[in-house]
């Protein structure tokens, strides 16, 4: 699916529809149409260091270098979607399957947590903040990769 006009029949549909929108952008690694749906002003928790990254210009270089590291297209099957929305602002908590092939090889297929938040400009939603978490053992003090819903 690629990015479109979406007739908006309610605030919900529209988060859903930039949501799948994210997801068919990040499976392009296609990094002008996924920063189009981030707030200039994003505040992003990643699974790697640093603690956040903020703005788009942090956002677009953590993006970039994540691309970069596989061979194909990304995975990103959403599972378990869950959305609370309002005139102006939303939330939003998923389930996500990464899959594909990193360039060293590796194949790659795990799930992710994410939240995201939401604020309405005009007639457009942006992603204002996200999280993306693992469970984490914490007699081994590793993340946990191999669980699915």
Same mark, same amino acid.
């Given at each position: =699916?690629?990015?479109?006009?979406? @007739? %908006?029949?309610?605030?919900?549909?529209?988060?859903?529809?930039?949501?799948? *929108?994210?997801?068919?952008? %990040?499976?392009?690694?296609?990094?002008?149409?996924? =920063?189009?749906?981030?707030? !200039?002003? $994003?505040?992003?928790?990643?699974?790697?260091?640093?603690? #956040?990254?903020?703005?788009? *210009?942090?956002?677009?270089?953590?993006?970039?270098?994540?691309?970069?590291?596989? @061979?194909?297209? $990304?995975?990103?099957?959403?599972?378990?979607?869950?959305? $609370?929305?309002?005139?102006?602002?939303? /939330?939003?908590? =998923?389930?996500?399957?990464?899959?594909?092939?990193?360039? @060293?090889? #590796?194949?790659?297929?795990?799930?992710?947590?994410? *939240?995201? *938040?939401? #604020?309405?400009?005009?007639?457009?939603?942006? $992603?204002?903040?996200?999280?993306?978490?693992? !469970?984490?053992? %914490? #007699?081994?003090?590793? /993340?946990?990769?191999?669980?699915? !819903?």
């Amino acid at each position: =699916m690629r990015r479109t006009e979406v @007739t %908006m029949t309610s605030a919900e549909t529209q988060i859903r529809a930039l949501l799948d *929108s994210r997801s068919a952008a %990040m499976g392009d690694k296609d990094i002008e149409w996924v =920063m189009s749906l981030y707030s !200039p002003d $994003i505040v992003y928790f990643d699974l790697v260091p640093p603690l #956040q990254y903020a703005g788009s *210009s942090a956002l677009r270089e953590r993006f970039s270098d994540w691309f970069g590291r596989w @061979t194909g297209p $990304i995975g990103q099957e959403l599972g378990d979607l869950k959305v $609370i929305a309002g005139d102006t602002v939303a /939330a939003a908590w =998923m389930l996500i399957r990464a899959s594909g092939t990193l360039k @060293t090889g #590796q194949d790659v297929d795990y799930w992710v947590r994410v *939240s995201n *938040s939401f #604020q309405r400009s005009g007639d457009r939603w942006f $992603i204002t903040h996200e999280h993306v978490s693992l !469970p984490v053992n %914490m #007699q081994t003090r590793t /993340a946990v990769m191999d669980l699915a !819903p």
